[in-house]
C-alpha cells in the first residue's frame, strides 16, 4: 500500500529565503505527483504536476523535482513572500490506480 | 469561469440526520471524487467517480453515499450511519482518471 510522508511537518523562514519542502512515497509505480497549496479553512489548489515520465516542473518561483527511483520529490520555492504562508500537500498517482493518496503537508509560515 | 463548486460552505447536522453536500463542475471532467479532512489525518478519499451513473467506494466510504446521474454533479450524502462526520469534505475533479486534479472550496460539516 502506498504511504507518503512529508518532511518538515513545519517550517519557519524569513521573508526572501529560497527552500525546499519534501515528499517520499514508498511504491515507486507511480503514475504522476501534484503539488497542492491548501489556505486555512480553504480547498486544493494545484500547484505543479509531475508526470512519471519527467525529472522536475516549473512554474514561477515554484520547481518540483520527481526521483521516481528513490520514491522522492521536492518542492523548491525561491525568495519566499508572506503570501506563500499556506500549508503544502503532495500527493501520488499510482499506475493501476485511479486516486492519490496523500502526505500530511507541510505547514509553512514566511515572516515579513 | 470554469471551475468546481461546493455548498454550502457550513454545514451543521443533527443526531440520526442525513445531509447531502452539493459538488458541482464546469471543467467538462470525466471524474469526480470526493475527501474527508481531519486535523493531523491528511485526505482521506470516499468516493469516486469515472463516469455517468457509475461510482466506486474509496477507503472510508462507510456512512455516505453518492449519485452522478449528471456529469457535472457528484452530491454526497452524509448519512446517520457515519458516527463521526465532523470534518471538512473536499470534493475534486480531473479530466481523465489520471490527469491533474481540482478541488472546490469545501464544506465545513459540524454536528451539533
Known amino acids: 500500500k502506498q504511504e507518503v510522508t512529508q518532511i518538515p511537518a513545519a517550517l519557519s523562514v524569513p521573508e526572501g529565503e529560497n527552500l525546499v519542502l519534501n515528499c517520499s512515497f514508498t511504491d515507486s509505480a507511480i503514475y504522476n505527483l501534484q503539488w497542492f497549496r491548501q489556505d486555512p479553512g480553504k480547498g486544493l489548489t494545484s500547484l505543479l504536476l509531475i508526470q512519471s515520465s519527467q525529472r522536475e516542473q516549473t512554474s514561477g518561483r515554484l520547481n518540483a523535482s520527481l526521483d521516481k527511483s528513490s520514491g522522492r520529490s521536492t518542492l523548491y520555492i525561491a525568495a519566499s513572500q508572506p503570501g506563500d504562508s499556506a500549508t503544502y500537500l503532495c500527493a501520488v498517482r499510482g499506475n493501476y490506480g485511479q486516486n492519490f493518496v496523500f502526505g500530511p503537508g507541510t505547514r509553512l509560515s514566511v515572516l515579513p | 469561469d470554469g471551475g468546481i463548486t461546493q455548498s454550502p460552505k457550513y454545514l451543521f447536522r443533527k443526531e440520526g440526520q442525513n445531509v447531502t453536500l452539493s459538488c458541482e463542475q464546469n471543467?467538462?471532467?470525466?471524474?469526480m471524487y470526493w475527501y474527508r479532512q481531519d486535523p493531523g489525518q491528511g485526505l482521506r478519499l470516499i468516493y469516486y467517480?469515472?463516469?455517468?451513473?457509475?461510482?466506486q467506494k474509496g477507503d472510508i466510504a462507510e456512512g455516505y453515499s453518492v449519485s452522478r446521474e449528471k456529469k457535472e454533479s457528484f452530491p454526497l450524502t452524509v448519512t446517520s450511519a457515519q458516527k463521526n462526520p465532523t470534518a471538512f469534505y473536499l470534493c475534486a475533479s480531473s479530466m481523465a482518471g489520471t490527469a491533474e486534479a481540482f478541488f472546490g472550496q469545501g464544506t465545513r460539516l459540524t454536528v451539533v
Open positions: 467517480s469515472q463516469i455517468v451513473n457509475d461510482f
Open positions: 471543467l467538462n471532467h470525466d471524474a
